[in-house]
T-cell receptor
């Protein structure tokens, strides 16, 4: 099955702790994205990557970090500097090089602070 | 902000009725997309309309785009309880790479 997966489904963070959210895709897409969604709100872009070994800050990058060492993987680390991390995190990918702007989303990870 | 705005924020209708949602945006676009999100899930792409198109259909969905008014509408005909979800418009703007998502319309279809 082709698709995009995220793990874990739920994640708990303690004060001062860094946590990493996983995102994997087997769609052979060049571009990958991380969004944050707060209750009843739309999506806000955290980071995006157009190609391996390259990524750009989105609108709310502070307190987050990413890496793109492999085409299929784009993990997001929520650092202790992110003071309000409780949210629903969505990863997506797209094949923009083929003018296919449609984004394919994973099922999301809900992060809760203990 | 370039973020699109959906209207209404929430909509409640009876099964079988039509549902219309609107989206407005601020700057020139290459295309506009509509996505659906069931509660606690990821988004699913519904339809894409390019800036040179005025109307597009897909099954029970009809999307219109008016670039002069910088607005789009999504019509769901003969709604079903299973259509209950949040619907987001998303715009790809000229000269940019990022897709901008609106805050969404929450649709409730009562059986």
């Amino acid at each position: 099955d082709g698709g995009i997966t995220q793990s874990p489904k739920y994640l708990f963070r303690k004060e001062g702790q860094n946590v990493t959210l996983s995102c994997e895709q087997n769609l052979n897409h060049d571009a990958m994205y991380w969004y944050r969604q707060d209750p009843g709100q739309g999506l806000r872009l955290i980071y995006y990557s157009q190609i391996v070994n390259d990524f750009q800050k989105g609108d709310i990058a502070e307190g987050y970090s990413v890496s793109r060492e492999k085409k299929e993987s784009f993990p997001l680390t929520v650092t202790s500097a992110q003071k309000n991390p409780t949210a629903f995190y969505l990863c997506a990918s797209s094949n923009y090089r083929q003018n296919q702007e449609t984004q394919y989303f994973g099922p999301g990870t809900r992060l809760l602070v203990l | 902000s370039q973020q699109g705005e959906e209207d209404p924020q929430a909509l409640s209708i009876q099964e079988g009725e039509n549902a219309t949602m609107n989206c407005s945006y601020k700057t020139s676009i290459n295309n506009l997309q509509w996505y659906r999100q069931n509660s606690g899930r990821g988004l699913v792409h519904l339809i894409l309309i390019r800036s040179n198109e005025r109307e597009k259909h897909s099954g029970r969905l009809r999307v219109t785009l008016d670039t002069s008014k910088k607005s789009s509408s999504l019509l769901i005909t003969a709604s079903r309880a299973a259509d209950t979800a949040s619907y987001f418009c998303a715009t790809d703007h000229t000269g940019g790479f990022k897709t901008i998502f609106g805050a969404g319309t929450r649709l409730f279809v009562k059986a």
